[in-house]
T-cell receptor, first 114, second 114 residues
Framework: AQSVTQPDIHITVSEGASLELRCNYSYGATPYLFWYVQSPGQGLQLLLKYFSGDTLVQGIKGFEAEFKRSQSSFNLRKPSVHWSDAAEYFCAVGAMEYGNKLVFGAGTILRVKS | DSGVTQTPKHLITATGQRVTLRCSPRSGDLSVYWYQQSLDQGLQFLIQYYNGEERAKGNILERFSAQQFPDLHSELNLSSLELGDSALYFC?????????????FGPGTRLTVT
């Protein structure tokens, strides 16, 4: 069955430092991959997506993610974190063989210290 | 703002009661998805409608039902409510079958069952 693993429940980084949030998925073929961000009390905002092609994708708010087929990973990165990036980040996977749903990871809570 | 609207924002009700959550998709989107977010289960897919018809079903309880109306808005009905149904309920929409997984989420309805 499809599964998505975000191994880090919490991450704390200093403002201005770089960030990498990890995401691993379990699926036979290449799925559709997403990162969403949820600020406290807010809905989920789509940061970026990977369907095919260039394995490095750019998203909003200065985020990027790299798809690595050999590692079944889709890690989210940002070169310099801002205090406003503090939120919960979710990796999600979609695949036609499993219907149209998205399967979400458990989320990673990002704290930014000044 | 994703363009997906959900009402109400908050709902507090008692066990055994029935509630209806409403969702309006982004303009032009034909698919509506419902997700439940709880502390113990994370984000779980409940059900999807496409242009008025049920398209996919997830771990939706029999006490829950949904429908999509001709104007494409959707309602999620939760009955015989239990304490464990307290959660954040999200609606998402997508353009349809061409890009089924790029889902845009509403702000959610927080349901508290007392």
């Amino acid at each position: 069955a499809q599964s998505v693993t975000q191994p880090d429940i919490h991450i704390t980084v200093s403002e201005g430092a770089s960030l990498e949030l990890r995401c691993n998925y379990s699926y036979g073929a290449t799925p559709y991959l997403f990162w969403y961000v949820q600020s406290p009390g807010q809905g989920l905002q789509l940061l970026l997506k990977y369907f095919s092609g260039d394995t490095l994708v750019q998203g909003i708010k200065g985020f990027e993610a790299e798809f690595k087929r050999s590692q079944s990973s889709f890690n989210l990165r940002k070169p310099s974190v801002h205090w406003s990036d503090a939120a919960e980040y979710f990796c999600a996977v979609g695949a036609m063989e499993y219907g149209n749903k998205l399967v979400f990871g458990a989320g990673t809570i990002l704290r930014v210290k000044s | 703002d994703s363009g997906v609207t959900q009402t109400p924002k908050h709902l507090i009700t008692a066990t055994g009661q029935r509630v209806t959550l409403r969702c309006s998709p982004r303009s032009g989107d034909l698919s509506v998805y419902w997700y439940q977010q709880s502390l113990d289960q994370g984000l779980q897919f409940l059900i999807q409608y496409y242009n008025g018809e049920e398209r996919a079903k997830g771990n939706i309880l029999e006490r829950f039902s949904a429908q999509q109306f001709p104007d494409l808005h959707s309602e999620l009905n939760l009955s015989s409510l239990e304490l464990g149904d307290s959660a954040l309920y999200f609606c998402a929409s997508s353009a349809g079958l061409a890009a089924p997984y790029e889902q845009y989420f509403g702000p959610g309805t927080r349901l508290t069952v007392t």
